[in-house]
């Protein structure tokens, strides 16, 4: 990358010289050499900004934090990088590239990074700012934004319950991967399921990868099979395949992180919001800001903050919605979500998963 970054300055300023000297007087060149020699000083004195992610293929979560940075960059003049990491090598490997490139904050774009963030604040601590989204690791001079992705999860498993018929209890859902962070969603949402529905049960299955639409479709209607009757969508790229699935054997199911209701396709009857772009947008706008005086407190976000959510429930949706949701239970969601604003229904604290029942 160093290379690389060194060869398109020297083609810039190769270009800025041609350009200035073109039908001037030998005074005329030295005052646009003069100028380009300004120019350049001020794009040297831009701040950096790095994404460091895993590959976007399909997956909306990435794709809204690669805006973010990139919509924050035209805001406030910085100059902003994404790098995309195929493996735990890649992540490590450009990490510490981009310190060696004097990047001013570097941001992890997601638990696949957290390792290497990690890894390299520790060891370069006065090299860059470090941020790390949707994970926490131990170095303390890593800001680590993590999400209680159940609360908007809860909403979904609610929703789940109330669309299909009374006696539907059983329900399915397809991840990326069996961890802590699959965990929360999958808590929350059996807990707002078994709110409608005491005596639901489940099943869960995972892709392994975050791009496998083929998996998911195929997972999906297994469960389909085996009489789930909403399938919540949790694999990240994947979630195509459920969304297929849904529109063949006609299960309901939902999407994640931005708004995926579909008029072509009724069966997705809501999404769980997941807002990475306004997570990206506060995270570079705070440190643009604060300069030397930002702090790298770890914050944790929910329905209170806004950046979790359900269509529907605490978004609104330009598409319609389906009218297996009533007034009645609309209300019924709204007021679930103002008592987990408030508290007065605790999500906060998850059970381990081996002691959930």
């Given amino acids: 990358m160093k290379k690389k970054i060194a060869l398109l300055l020297a083609v810039l300023m190769l270009a800025t010289t041609f350009t200035a000297c073109g039908n001037k007087t030998d005074n005329g060149k030295a005052n646009a050499n003069a100028n380009a020699g300004t120019e350049q000083g001020k794009e040297e004195a831009k701040k950096k900004i790095a994404l460091v992610t895993d590959p976007a293929g399909t997956q909306v979560f990435v794709l809204n934090m690669i805006d973010g940075l990139k919509d924050a960059a035209e805001e406030l003049g910085f100059e902003p990088i994404v ?13 510490r590239a981009l310190v060696e490139e004097k990047v001013d904050l570097i941001i992890g774009g997601g638990w696949p990074s957290g390792e290497a963030i990690n890894k390299i604040a520790t060891e370069f601590p006065d090299g860059a700012k470090y941020a790390l989204i949707d994970s926490e690791v131990e170095a303390e001079n890593v800001k680590c934004i993590s999400f209680r992705e159940q609360e908007g999860a809860y909403l979904i498993g609610m929703i789940a319950a109330m669309v299909t018929e009374p006696d539907e209890n059983f329900f399915g859902g397809v991840h990326v991967n069996q961890g802590v962070g699959s965990w929360k969603w999958r808590y929350g949402f059996m807990e707002g399921a078994k709110s409608i529905k005491p005596d639901s049960t489940f099943v869960f299955n995972y892709t392994g990868s975050f791009n496998e639409p083929a998996k998911a479709k195929e997972f999906a209607i297994q469960q389909y099979e085996q009489g789930a009757r909403f399938i919540n969508a949790a694999a990240a790229g994947g979630d195509k395949g459920v969304f297929e699935a849904a529109l063949e054997k006609g299960f309901y199911t939902s999407g994640q992180d931005i708004d995926l209701t579909d008029p072509n396709n009724k069966f997705i009857v809501s999404s769980q919001i997941k807002d990475s772009y306004a997570t990206v947008q ?5 440190f643009m800001e604060q300069g030397d005086a930002w702090k790298s407190d770890n914050e944790e976000w929910g329905l209170e903050e806004g950046t979790i959510g359900a269509v529907h429930v605490t978004h609104e949706s330009e598409n319609p919605r389906t009218d297996r949701l009533t007034d009645e239970d609309v209300a019924k969601l709204k007021e679930a979500a103002e008592k987990i604003k408030s508290g007065e229904l605790d999500l906060k604290t998850l059970p381990k998963e081996e002691d959930y029942k």
């Fill in 282 to 286: 506060y995270l570079v706008k705070q």
């Fill in 83 to 95: 790098v995309e990491c195929a493996d735990a090598a890649a992540f490590e490997e450009n990490t």
